[in-house]
Nanobody
Framework: QVQLVESGGGLVQAGGSLELSCTAS????????MGWFRQTPGKEREFVSA????????YYADSVKGRSTISRDNSKNTVFLQMNSMKPEDTAVYYC??????????????????WGQGTQVTVSS
């Protein structure tokens, strides 16, 4: 079992920035691909960003590309999502997820076996 704990969510004004963090339990974090997804009420969970185990590969949804950066620190079992120039439409619960079998980084939620509890991000206009 892998436990994931997100932090860093909160209320931010449009145009502002937030950095989300997700820390994983266990000793094999350095082998996992990691992803960020988000969900708003009544909508499907959507892909935001993903990073491979060695940070060589990263993916971003078009909606956040150019405004967000995903990174990881394997020595701290932590993955980060820096979001800048935030918009009201970024308001959602953000989830991190671990793909313990992935070679690269996946955009598909079905490829991730473990999920955090989510952290609320609210962007005011």
């Amino acid at each position: 079992q892998v436990q994931l704990v997100e932090s860093g969510g909160g209320l931010v004004q449009a145009g502002g920035s937030l950095e989300l963090s997700c820390t994983a339990s266990g000793h094999r974090f350095y082998t996992y691909a990691m992803g960020w997804f988000r969900q708003t009420p009544g909508k499907e969970r959507e892909f935001v960003s993903a990073i491979s185990w060695n940070s060589d590969t990263t993916y971003y949804a078009d909606s956040v590309k150019g405004r967000s950066t995903i990174s990881r620190d394997n020595s701290k079992n932590t993955v980060f999502l820096q979001m800048n120039s935030m918009k009201p439409e970024d308001t959602a619960v953000y989830y991190c997820a671990a793909d313990t079998y992935g070679v690269g980084a996946s955009l598909k939620s079905d490829d991730y076996e473990y999920w955090g509890q989510g952290t609320q991000v609210t962007v005011s206009s």
